[in-house]
């Protein structure tokens, strides 16, 4: 009986995500909204992971385990829509603004050299590894971190070559270019998942976004198989690299079928399996964290050396040793530690219990204002917010918001601050008519019930 609740809730969230997915597949301009984004995330840890889980391993979950673990991510999804739709509904047009031509060439300066910024930052942290590990005793963790300064610099150039024409555009984009592949190699030296993808995804979805055009559906589409194929891919090749094989071996073992199916069936590496044993464990023992986690991760900016004992990332009320301590017992084995995390729900229940919906129903709700202001207003603040939360979203729904904070506001504060710095050396007045993408001219009015696409019909 217990196995069959597990199912129905399993296809139901089959049904609900993939709706959301293909759904996207007929009308391109919703592929740049975060929940499609979320629901291929969805189903890959909830969907995939767990059929994987439950065929292999199913011995090493309870009925409670199973049907907890299934649920809380169903209601997570379902609250997430909730928020983004209530956020569409409640969207009203504003005045829209364009940045004219010597912005776009100030900001796409500025953000080629946060791109090499975020450079030098990425080659400190290959030189640390190089040496055998990090030299936190002697060098701050920021200057390991300032590779985060290249994403947000990414977008900025992305965004005003993209709205640039002619030799211009050309020019910029080369530039910007020739920039990301300094700034991206040492991650894709050392097959660094969560260095990778943000970069990859700001190339499908900036320039969409920039103009106001629906993105080419098989471009995207394509992009976004290739993006979860590198992701899956990295973790066979590092097996090889990281134990001083060469590539040319490493990709001899290399096997995209593998890459896709093998990581499933690896106990410890099925992110499914810790969220269900995560889940039990904190409803058997009451060890939440009431959001004292989370909040802690305010505070986490402040060095070592001066907070002596500092909590690790995301810690609150108990330690994450205690935690992980409590799931090994309950699970019969040390699952969380070493391997794989325990996903995006699991993390949030950690934190609220059973009003974890309602923490993804909120989240939905706050990206979804950001990207319908950026939409409806043009406003470079709104749309670099919104991008900043889809940059983060691997880290968030595969590992958690501790793993997402930091990246997260860096995306978010630095892109923000920097355009506040060019607007007070040079105004950001609006664009001639003439400018303004065809794509944006003639709108109807937004209601307060529905607002329409920013994109032109695809129908």
């Not at 939905?364 to 470079?380: H, I």
Request: with cysteine; charged share 10%.
């Amino acid at each position: 009986m217990e196995n069959n609740i597990f199912w129905i809730l399993w296809v139901a969230t089959l049904l609900l995500a993939g709706w959301v997915a293909v759904d996207a597949v007929f009308k391109p301009w919703k592929l740049l909204e975060w929940p499609v984004l979320c629901s291929v995330m969805w189903l890959y840890f909830y969907v995939y992971m767990a059929y994987d889980a439950i065929s292999n391993f199913q011995s090493l979950f309870t009925p409670k385990a199973l049907i907890l673990g299934q649920l809380l991510p169903l209601l997570s999804f379902a609250a997430l829509l909730y928020g983004w739709n209530v956020a569409r509904r409640t969207s009203v047009q504003g005045r829209r603004s364009y940045a004219t031509l010597e912005n776009r060439v100030l900001i796409c300066f500025v953000g080629m050299a946060m791109i090499i910024t975020g450079a030098v930052g990425g080659y400190l942290v290959q030189a640390g590894r190089d040496a055998g590990g990090f030299d936190y005793e002697n060098t701050s963790a920021y200057v390991y971190l300032a590779f985060y300064v290249g994403y947000p610099g990414l977008a900025l150039s992305l965004w005003a070559a993209s709205l640039s024409r002619g030799t211009v555009r050309t020019v910029l984009l080369t530039l910007t270019f020739v920039a990301l592949a300094i700034f991206i190699y040492p991650h894709v030296a050392y097959l660094r998942r969560g260095p990778t993808f943000p970069a990859i995804l700001l190339l499908l979805l900036v320039p969409p976004l920039a103009t106001g055009k629906a993105p080419n559906r098989t471009v995207y589409l394509s992009g976004l198989a290739i993006l979860g194929v590198v992701m899956l891919a990295y973790l066979p090749l590092r097996k090889v690299i990281y134990n001083k094989g060469t590539w040319a071996e490493a990709f001899s073992e290399f096997s995209v079928t593998d890459a896709v199916t093998e990581r499933g069936k690896d106990i410890f590496d099925n992110e499914y399996i810790n969220n269900c044993h995560l889940i039990e464990a904190l409803t058997d023992n009451g060890k939440y964290q009431y959001g004292t986690g989370h909040g802690s991760l305010f505070l986490h900016w402040i060095p070592s050396s001066i907070w002596k004992n500092k909590p690790m990332l995301g810690e609150g009320i108990y330690t994450h040793d205690e935690l992980f301590a409590d799931v090994g017992q309950s699970a019969g084995i040390q699952l969380l530690g070493g391997g794989a995390a325990a996903g995006g729900v699991a993390d949030a229940f950690v934190q609220y219990g059973f009003l974890t919906p309602l923490f993804f129903g909120l989240f939905g709700w706050l990206v979804s204002k950001a990207y319908w202001k950026g939409r409806n207003e043009g406003s470079l603040f709104w749309i670099h917010s919104y991008i900043a939360f889809v940059c983060a979203t691997h880290w968030l729904i595969s590992q958690g918001v501790s793993a997402a904070f930091v990246p997260m506001l860096a995306f978010l504060l630095i892109p923000l601050a920097t355009l506040r710095f060019i607007g007070k050396i040079q105004p950001m007045s609006m664009g001639k008519p003439n400018e303004v993408p065809l794509s944006h001219q003639g709108n109807p009015p937004i209601t307060a019930t529905e607002p329409p696409s920013p994109f032109p019909s695809t129908r």
